[in-house]
């Protein structure tokens, strides 16, 4: 875009203008120069929300979050976010965030806190006394067998399956591809057979 002559001297006269009524625009520029991050660690996340798995920037300071940002080096959501990943950071910075497991007793009304050892130690306890409830070795399934004369018939056979039909699992988006392996052999071990991840849901 060309600048006229006409132009020119119009934005010269407004820069004499500016500058003859002695505006000085040194403390905006040295306000605008210093960022609250300046000094904070930067490190990068993925939003825990959903499946897309979009790339954050977290800045924290004394151990506190103060910021987060969309990665713009990130290959998925290339510095963007939705609202939900733009307000990220309120799950470290909320006063009414839980930060000890709740539980309430089966048939109560009123949730507790309780320590991380007892919660874990219950679920595991619950975890086992279901798959042992729920554990099959063996299942009937009709299959159909050649007989001397080459007629077919239906016999019931036992298979061997080892699953448990008592516990299913849903997988996080937060995980990234070497959590959901492992976490995969993990439960496929307990015998584990209804299985999903929140990427497909």
Same mark, same amino acid.
């Not at 976010?81 to 009414?96: D, H, M, P, R, Y």
């Not at 109560?108 to 409830?133: C, N, P, Q």
């Not at 995969?184 to 999903?196: A, D, F, M, N, P």
């Given at each position: ?16 203008? %500016? !500058?003859?009524?002695? $505006?000085?625009?040194?403390? !905006? /520029?040295? +306000? ?9 660690? =930067? &490190?990068?996340?993925?939003?825990? +929300? *959903? ?7 977290? @800045? ?13 080096? @990130? ?6 976010? *939705?609202? #939900?990943?733009?307000? %990220? ?6 006063? &009414?965030?839980?930060? #000890? ?8 009304? !009123? ?13 595991? #306890?619950? $975890? ?11 299942? #009937? @399934?009709? $299959? /159909?067998? /050649?007989?001397?004369?080459? &007629? ?8 061997? %399956? ?6 299913? @699992? $849903? ?9 959901? +392996?492992?976490? =995969? /052999? ?7 057979? +209804? %299985?999903?991840? =929140?990427?497909?849901?």
């Amino acid at each position: 875009m060309g600048v006229s002559r006409r132009d020119f001297i119009k934005l010269s006269g407004g820069t004499v203008l %500016v !500058a003859s009524l002695g $505006v000085n625009l040194d403390p !905006a /520029k040295a +306000y605008a120069k210093d960022l609250r991050i300046k000094n904070a660690k =930067q &490190t990068t996340t993925v939003c825990p +929300y *959903c499946s897309v798995g979009c790339g954050i920037l977290v @800045h924290a300071e004394n151990g506190k979050i103060i910021n987060t940002e969309g990665d713009p080096d @990130h290959p998925i959501n290339e510095g963007a976010l *939705c609202a #939900k990943g733009a307000s %990220v950071w309120q799950l470290a910075n909320n006063e &009414t965030r839980v930060k #000890k497991p709740m539980y309430r007793e089966p048939g109560g009304t !009123a949730w507790k806190e309780v320590e991380w050892d007892w919660a874990l130690d219950r679920i595991a #306890k619950l $975890v086992k006394e279901s798959r042992d409830k729920s554990f099959k070795t063996v299942s #009937k @399934h009709k $299959v /159909k067998e /050649k007989l001397a004369d080459g &007629t077919e018939v239906e016999v019931e056979k036992d298979l061997v %399956v080892n699953r448990t039909e008592g516990i299913a @699992h $849903v997988g996080s988006a937060a995980l990234d591809n070497e959590e959901c +392996y492992i976490l =995969q /052999k993990l439960i496929r071990s307990w015998g584990l057979v +209804y %299985v999903e991840h =929140q990427a497909r849901i």
